[in-house]
């Protein structure tokens, strides 16, 4: 399980357009202590389903066969987007395609805002996925 993918019942699925940080990497936090940058994102994942009534509807497969999904989580009535709260906490980030471009505009948005504030791991240093995705991708192709 990571901070945008989980099983449920044998079946794994996965936040669609949404980029947890990586397992394994670190989040200094202003005092210099190391966390595990990944595990961050997890627990506002498991936060998010543990307080919230979440449902998914499974949007595609993905090359690992993991099932894409957008969730909702309700709150009072309401009813908010999974990503959109992951990422406007400051707790997830905008996945890209190959090229780099953001795969859904207002989670582009929604992370900026967050950066913006300094919110969730944006109050912390470290290195956002997307880069080191893009440049793993990049090292494989050469």
Known sequence: ???DT???RGKLYRLYGVQSCLRGTVALDANGK???CGNISLAHLAALFSTA?????PIALA???ATFAVCGAEFDGNTIDVGTAL???GYAFAATDQKGNAVSANYLVAELNAKMKADGLWARKFQHPIELLLRRAGERKQ
Do not use: E, Y
Not at 53 to 57: G, I, K, S, Y
């Open 63 to 65: 090359l690992d066969k």
């Open 53 to 57: 009534a979440v449902t998914c509807q």
């Open 34 to 36: 190391k966390l595990d």
């Open 1 to 3: 399980m990571t901070g």
């Open 87 to 89: 990422i406007a906490a």
């Open 6 to 8: 989980w099983r449920d």
